[in-house]
T-cell receptor
Framework: ETGVTQSPTHLIKTRGQQVTLRCSSQ?????VSWYQQALGQGPQFIFQ???????GRGNFPPRFSGLQFPNYSSELNVNALELDDSALYLC?????????????FGPGTRLTVL | AQSVAQPEDQVNVAEGNPLTVKCTYS??????LFWYVQYPNRGLQFLLK??????LVKGSYGFEAEFNKSQTSFHLKKPSALVSDSALYFC????????????FGTGTQLKVEL
């Protein structure tokens, strides 16, 4: 098991609501990346945070936003939820001391939008 | 933009037989390639990565992968499959344009039968 933790494990929301997902990075890691994994698909990159700043973003609308805190933990916020937002949300932590570092994933948060 | 293809949705193999899970990639520049495994209702677990050097990379749980530049492939292999290897396997390529984004394939379901 990695030292990456995520909360909550499962979440059910309705369309139009807002949700906040949380991630604690592995000890010593200063970078957190968020991915969305729809059913039957590979994970899709949402964005990455490095030292509390967004450091790259995938093809997701602005209603997907995030934060990183001084202890390197992170939040993913999704506003105006849509049915297609139902997915497993994964966070991964790493330390990009060079371009070849490894991302270690948490167990994910399963979000269901009704 | 980089991409990864996993041509087989499912691979079936008998326990004790060798297994291969295929992956081909497309990148500009040097490829940084990864394999992850996902068990039901779990996050992704890192297996191995290729950065440079020896084309045969050894990883966790007896898995290895062979990098072939001319065929742009990075196939995952194991000499003797176990029932417990049954899981969903993802190949991924690291962004070469800066940042730490991973682009994943669609995954291959491995089923090892007695």
């Amino acid at each position: 098991e990695t030292g990456v933790t995520q909360s909550p494990t499962h979440l059910i929301k309705t369309r139009g609501q807002q949700v906040t997902l949380r991630c604690s990075s592995q000890s010593g890691h200063n970078t957190v990346s968020w991915y969305q994994q729809a059913l039957g698909q590979g994970p899709q990159f949402i964005f990455q945070y490095y030292r509390e700043e967004e450091n790259g973003r995938g093809n997701f609308p602005p209603r997907f936003s995030g934060l990183q805190f001084p202890n390197y933990s992170s939040e993913l916020n999704v506003n105006a939820l849509e049915l297609d937002d139902s997915a497993l949300y994964l966070c991964a932590s790493s330390t990009p001391t060079h371009r070849t570092d490894t991302q270690y994933f948490g167990p994910g948060t399963r979000l269901t939008v009704l | 933009a980089q991409s990864v293809a996993q041509p087989e949705d499912q691979v079936n193999v008998a326990e004790g037989n060798p297994l291969t899970v295929k992956c081909t990639y497309s990148v500009s520049g040097n490829p940084y390639l990864f394999w992850y495994v996902q068990y039901p209702n779990r996050g992704l677990q890192f297996l191995l990565k290729y950065i440079t050097g020896d084309n045969l990379v050894k990883g966790s749980y007896g898995f290895e992968a062979e990098f072939n530049k001319s065929q742009t492939s990075f196939h995952l292999k194991k000499p003797s499959a176990l029932v417990s290897d049954s899981a969903l396997y993802f190949c991924a390529v690291r962004d070469t344009g800066g940042g730490n984004k991973l682009t994943f394939g669609t995954g291959t379901q491995l089923k090892v039968e007695l």
